[in-house]
Structures are given as C-alpha cells and as structure tokens.
C-alpha cells in the first residue's frame, strides 16, 4: 500500500464547477499535511497547509480527519488557471519539528475547461 | 529575495556516466532535501542534508550521494547511471523548526 493515495485523476471540470480531491496516508503518526499545486513541468508550489479543524483560503478549502486518516481540497468556482496537478503531502515528522521527508501523492490531475 | 534555485535545469548524460547537480537554498534557510519526480509521480525523497551532513535518506541506492557546504548549498551527485535515473530532481529548502519546504525549479536528468 502506498504512503499516501489520491485519485490520479483526471478531472475535466467547466469553469465556476466546484472540485474535490481526495487523499489518504497510512502512517497514523504524521503531523502536518499540506496541499502542494504543481503545474506542467514546473517545480511544486505550497498551496495550503491543512488543519484539523479545517483551514479556508478564498475558494479553496482543505479538511483533515485524523481518525479516518483522510485529506481533502475543495475548489469552489473554479478557474482556468486552477489547472494543474495537485499532489497530497504528508511530513511524517515528530514533535521535534523541521520539514522532514516529505511523503507525496502521485498528483490529481485537474483541467478546467472554458 | 531570490528561491531556491538549481543548476543547471537540463542535462543528458549517457548510461555508466557519473552527474552532479547544484542547488542554492533560500536566503536564511539551512536545511536542503533532494527529491526524484519520475514522469507522471509525486516526488520521492532522496535525502535531507543539514549542519553539513546527512539527516535523513529514502529508499535510494548508495549511487545516490550528496554534500551540502558551508554556505548551506547542497550537491547531488548520481554514479553509474542507469536508463531509470531519467527524472526531473527537484531541491527543497526548509528552515529548522519550520514544517514549509520551498522547491526550485528542478533539474530535468535524461540518461541516454
């Protein structure tokens, strides 16, 4: 089983469509989960880190639910430019802190069409 | 304030060859991590270099070396190459303490 999963995807959603991705991780000792944004042949972007009471920016809006082990990102009203692969990130580190290994997804692919 | 930034951002080396790429963290960041991104996956871990040495490696053979300096850039340095080491390799930095990794802009690897 991978570390972490996401639907690969992808996703052909209109523009001002709401979307959701999905992700999960095994190691029920991780401590902090961020949604990255990369686009094509670029580097990866942070897009938010998510929270487990749920953390909103503008149209974007990431949950966490410890218990379940799950991740998610909702776009609302989505954009053209919103189109790119988004991978689920897990950092497996301790109360010692620092960005330790990251654990990613293999990316959900998105394209919003006019 | 300049990113992270590598070099050089394309590079073809033929199978048996030996590569080194470089890597500038951000301005006040002293971590370094390494990551292998093969077409179409997320990016793996290779290792973390901080204080000059090696804090933590992936799942990747002993042909996978690196070095970071005191200045706190890193190198990564692949021996013997093979067809699969074709990726795009992608450097993060990160702060002590701080759980936000910032990525250059990678560098395209094609073994021929």
């Known amino acids: 089983r991978k570390e972490v999963e996401q639907d690969p995807g992808p996703f052909n959603v209109p523009e001002g469509a709401t979307v959701a991705f999905n992700c999960t991780y095994s190691?029920?000792?991780?401590?902090?989960f961020f949604w990255y944004r990369q686009d094509c042949r670029k580097e990866p972007k942070l897009l938010m880190s998510?929270?487990?009471s749920g953390n909103e920016d503008g149209r974007f809006t990431a949950q966490l639910n410890r218990a379940s082990q799950y991740i998610s990102l909702l776009i609302r009203d989505s954009k053209l430019s919103d189109s790119a692969t988004y991978l689920c990130?897990?950092?497996?580190?301790?109360?010692?802190?620092?960005?330790?290994?990251?654990?990613f997804g293999s990316g959900t692919q998105l394209t919003v069409l006019p | 304030d300049a990113g992270v930034t590598q070099s050089p951002t394309h590079l073809i080396k033929t199978r048996g060859q030996q590569v080194t790429l470089r890597c500038s963290p951000k301005?006040?960041?002293?971590?370094v991590s390494w990551y292998q991104q093969a077409l179409g996956q997320g990016p793996q871990f290779i290792f973390q270099?901080?204080?000059?040495?090696?804090?933590q490696r992936g799942n990747f053979p002993d042909r996978f070396s690196g070095h970071q300096f005191p200045n706190y850039s890193s190198e990564l340095n692949v021996n013997a190459l093979l067809l699969g080491d074709s990726a795009l390799y992608l450097c993060?930095?990160?702060?002590?303490?701080?759980?936000?990794?910032?990525f250059g802009q990678g560098t395209r690897l094609t073994v021929v």
């Open positions: 990130v897990v950092n497996p580190s301790g109360s010692s802190g620092s960005a330790r290994q990251l654990t």
């Open positions: 993060a930095s990160s702060t002590t303490g701080a759980f936000e990794a910032f």
């Open positions: 301005s006040g960041h002293d971590t």
């Open positions: 998510v929270y487990s």
């Open positions: 270099y901080y204080e000059e040495e090696e804090r």
């Open positions: 190691n029920s000792a991780s401590q902090s």
